[in-house]
C-alpha cells in the first residue's frame, strides 16, 4: 500500500526485513525513508511551534515510527538509516 493512500505508521519499517529478504530492497528504502521523514517533520514543527497544533500523542506517535525505523534498519544492518533515525531521536531521549 503506497504512503499516499495510507501513511505509514509505526507497523510499516516492520515489513523492512521481509521486503529486503524479498529482494525488494528498494521498496524497504522507501518506508524508512518516507516514516523518518514524516516523523522528523512532525518533531520540528511541533518544536518550532507552541500552538498546541502538534498534541503529545502525535509526538509520541512520531517517536515510536523513528524507533521502528531504527529497530528496521538495525535488522537489514543499514547503518546509515539507523544512525540518522537515532541522530533525530537522540535529543528525545533521557540523559543518563
Do not use: C, K, W
Not at 524479498?22 to 500552538?51: C, F, K, P
Not at 534498519?73 to 539507523?82: F, I, L, S
Amino acid at each position: 500500500m503506497p504512503n499516499a493512500a495510507l501513511p505509514y505508521d509505526f507497523y510499516s519499517p516492520q515489513l523492512v526485513p521481509a521486503l529486503v529478504a524479498g529482494g525488494e530492497r528498494a521498496r524497504a528504502n522507501e518506508i524508512m525513508d518516507t516514516t523518518a521523514r514524516q516523523a522528523q517533520e512532525v518533531l520540528t514543527y511541533a518544536a518550532t511551534h507552541s500552538d498546541g497544533s502538534i498534541t503529545e500523542d502525535t509526538q509520541a506517535t512520531s517517536y515510536l515510527n523513528l524507533q521502528s525505523v531504527y529497530q528496521a534498519a538495525v535488522q537489514v544492518g543499514d547503518t546509515a538509516r539507523a544512525a540518522r533515525a537515532l541522530a533525530v531521536l537522540r535529543p528525545y531521549l533521557p540523559t543518563r
